[in-house]
């Protein structure tokens, strides 16, 4: 039997050229569904009813909130501390602030909830899930303000761990899933006490500055994926907005041409998965 996956696009509000990219592959059913940061200079009332409108013709499209607490990006807040310049902290910087227990949780949920309300107020209702840019819910210092946020501000949402079962040594072979898969098993037990609902598997994290070849990656990231496990993807279409903004530009491209051509359908079937 086919297994229904999330494969849900970050960034929605990021620049007007991935907000366009996200919104074409929903129409086309290649995504089910996409997170919003309402930080992001591309995302305001037209922006998001476009997004809905697109959601419309995809009945079982989700969108979510993505929430963000790193740099270069501008809190909602006024007080919010620790700051750079005005901006969050670059998001190593936050995740050794949290690792030191140098946070203020109380301060972290006051932003979160901000954003919260701010995505009710763009998009008419909650979100139906939640995750975080650049994966800072699961930090320290932020995954118990992140959790309290949820359960008080969208609490039939779910929300986004980062963890997948594999062997050791395919975690020694990514870092980055390594770190992933360590700090995702404490969010789990958090969540779990909380009474929140959360995806059995994740799958997506790759080096983006290596430029890797998406197909591939995209074969390695369905294989084995249980029902409701969320794939993590960055389409786009790169503009001015885009490149002043973030390091990821060409590989989301690359994302976006791989997932709106021939290969995407074939892919997801010999895998026994499915979007609907």
Known sequence: MNRRIWLC???YGISPGVNRAIRDLIE?????????????????RDEANALKAAAGTNPRCAIGLHVTLTAPFRPLTMHFRPVEGGLFLPHTKLL?????????????????????????ELFGRPPDFVDGHQH???????????LAAVKEAAPDAWIRQCGRDRP??????SPKAFVLDALSAQFRKLATRAGLTFNPAFAGAYDFSSEPDFGPLMRQFLQGMPEAGVVMCHPGIVDEVLISLDPLTVQREHEYAFLGGDQFFPL???NQATLD
Not at 36 to 42: K, L, N, R, S
Not at 102 to 113: A, G, I, N
Not at 168 to 173: E, F, G, M, S, Y
């Open 96 to 120: 050794r602030r949290g690792l030191m227990g140098r946070l203020d949780s109380e301060v972290v949920h006051t932003e979160l909830m901000v954003q919260f309300t701010t995505f009710a």
């Open 268 to 270: 997801l079937t010999a």
């Open 136 to 146: 800072v819910q699961l930090f320290p210092g932020v995954r118990k303000a992140f």
């Open 9 to 11: 696009a970050d960034d």
């Open 28 to 44: 086309k059913r290649r995504l089910n569904a996409t997170s919003a940061m309402v930080v992001g200079p591309a995302i305001g």
């Open 168 to 173: 050791w040594v395919q975690r020694l072979d």
